[in-house]
């Protein structure tokens, strides 16, 4: 395929909140990633372009500054202009919006959110406030199954995403506080879906995923009980907003029926095995056809 005529998703950071190693964490992931013997991961969130010169950011991580640096794509040029189109947010958890502080040198940023996320930032968390006291800031709001153009040749198509996770800032809206999105070429039909948290595979979402040329979906746990059994929190990998990958119902028994073309788990947790090659887990993930994401990571349809 010509790659100046597709699609280019690059992934800048494939961990979930944390990062791989996370600062605070002994487990035996994260043990064995500063040892050398695994890959350090930046925190969730994904590069897009149809043009290599114009890109949207899916999420804006803590991380956000290191990922620029290592992505040339993402450089500025001779003044401060920059590639840096806008920023879609799938959720308004904090791994995944307080690089938009990080961005605050902007002349100005432009953002896509659902209006459940835009009330979170704003009266939850304040982080969109205390933005606007830096840089002005065009709010464009996603409504989820509507079609969204962002540049020739690139449009996508947000979709709520259900969750039972808790509401932490009480802004008692039920829908738009996590979507995915599914991103077409307009020139070649090419499709990515960018599913970075999601709890059940609904058929609902059964019908966004299927036959997409290319699925980036969330990997946070390897099993339900992955935190409990490290001792290191009560909760289950569901309990948090997350599918575990293995299980007689997890993602890896399910997505094979869906026809997707490449499947590539991100937003891995510093606890799941997968991040580290040679594991079993990660080969059981490799063997079924699946892959498992690194930070730089490109794929174009």
Not at 112 to 117: D, G, W
Not at 193 to 212: F, W
Not at 256 to 284: D, K, Q, Y
Request: hydrophobic fraction near 40%.
């Amino acid at each position: 395929m010509n790659g100046s005529a597709s699609v280019l998703l690059r992934v800048l950071g494939s961990a979930a909140g944390g990062g791989s190693p996370q600062w605070n964490c002994g487990c035996p992931v994260c043990a064995a990633v500063r040892s050398g013997a695994g890959l350090a991961r930046t925190q969730s969130s994904v590069a897009v372009s149809a043009d290599r010169r114009r890109w949207f950011l899916i999420n804006a991580s803590p991380d956000v500054r290191a990922q620029i640096e290592v992505f040339p794509g993402l450089h500025p040029r001779d003044d401060r202009t920059t590639p840096l189109e806008a920023v879609l947010l799938t959720d308004a958890e904090l791994d995944h919006t307080l690089g938009l502080l990080l961005l605050r040198e902007a002349r100005a940023l432009r953002l896509y959110a659902t209006q459940a996320v835009r009330k979170t930032l704003f009266d939850g968390s304040g982080i969109l406030r205390t933005l606007e006291r830096y840089c002005p800031v065009e709010w464009h709001a996603v409504i989820p199954d509507a079609d969204l153009a962002l540049a020739e040749g690139l449009s996508c198509r947000a979709f709520d995403v259900p969750t039972v996770k808790r509401d932490r800032f009480a802004t008692g809206m039920d829908h738009g506080r996590v979507v995915g999105y599914r991103l077409a070429d307009e020139r070649s039909g090419g499709t990515l879906v960018y599913l970075p948290g999601v709890q059940s595979l609904t058929p609902a979402l059964h019908g966004e995923i299927e036959g997409c040329d290319c699925l980036l979906i969330d990997g946070t746990c390897w099993r339900d009980d992955e935190l409990v059994r490290l001792g290191l929190a009560g909760k289950t990998s569901r309990d948090m907003g997350h599918l575990p990958i293995d299980g007689p119902d997890g993602s890896l028994a399910q997505l094979p029926s869906l026809g997707v073309g490449r499947t590539i788990f991100v937003h891995m947790n510093n606890t799941n095995p997968v991040l580290l090659e040679g594991a079993p887990e990660r080969r059981t993930v490799e063997e079924s056809g699946m892959e498992v994401a690194m930070d730089g990571l490109e794929v174009q349809v």
